[in-house]
């Protein structure tokens, strides 16, 4: 099937206005992670889901910054009143399972946001 | 807290020509280590990877030996083509569930 697909693929959006990306993960695929990439640097990890467990928050910058996930599918991350740092291309990723760090992680496109 | 240093870009190289990128890391207990690429107008994905000390990953033509003792992932490739103009990022997990952990990329240009 489809690999991992993220929407919208860029979104501008004004200083101070919420934003909600979505992630669609692999079917089947229990784990999901989100990360940032900010120009030129490397991917920040921001929040991981397995299965019905609590997800991993440690990531996520600041309480502007939430995620949900229904079950094992659909993902969406969502940042109120946005600011221009938050400007950056958020990647979702998923995989089979989280018993080992050696599963792959397949990622999605990406959305970049650009906060004006 | 865990990190992975590579070396910086953009590395310009001509067809055929030897490439390494350099990757160190730190990290607690035994991580396992990656190299990611992302291609021009696509998706990162996996190039080869490596879960213990002395292994060995390869793909298209890449390699990267994990050394412990060095704490280096450096990635190698003996004869670079044109298409593998990407940025390329090493990362590690060290944490059971899979959280990577990236260095900042190193961009590779190929000219023909």
């Known amino acids: 099937g489809a690999g991992v697909s993220q929407s919208p693929s860029n979104k501008v959006t004004e200083k101070g206005k919420d934003v909600e990306l979505r992630c669609d993960p692999i079917s089947g695929h229990t784990a999901l992670y989100w990360y940032r990439q900010r120009l030129g640097q490397g991917l920040e990890f921001l929040i991981y889901f397995q299965g019905n467990s609590a997800p991993d928050k440690s990531g996520l910058p600041s309480d502007r910054f939430s995620a949900e996930r229904t079950g094992e599918s659909v993902s969406t991350l969502t940042i109120q009143r946005t600011q221009q740092e938050d400007s950056a291309v958020y990647l979702c990723?998923?995989?089979?399972?989280?018993?080992?760090?050696?599963?792959?992680?397949?990622f999605g496109p990406g959305t970049r946001l650009t906060v004006t | 807290g865990d990190s992975v240093t590579q070396m910086e870009g953009p590395v310009t190289l001509s067809e055929e020509a030897f490439l390494t990128i350099n990757c160190t890391y730190t990290?607690?207990?035994?991580?396992?280590l990656f190299w990611y690429v992302q291609y021009p107008g696509e998706g990162l994905q996996l190039l080869l990877k490596?879960?213990?000390?002395?292994d060995k990953g390869s793909n298209k033509g890449f390699e990267a030996t994990y050394r412990k003792e060095t704490t280096s992932f450096h990635l190698e490739k003996g004869s670079v083509q044109v298409s593998d103009s990407a940025v390329y990022f090493c990362?590690?997990?060290?944490?059971?569930?899979?959280?990577?952990?990236f260095g900042a990329g190193t961009q590779v240009v190929v000219t023909p």
């Open positions: 990723a998923s995989s089979q399972a989280s018993g080992g760090s050696s599963y792959e992680q397949y």
């Open positions: 990290a607690t207990g035994y991580p396992s």
């Open positions: 490596a879960t213990k000390a002395d």
């Open positions: 990362a590690l997990s060290s944490v059971s569930w899979g959280k990577l952990q």
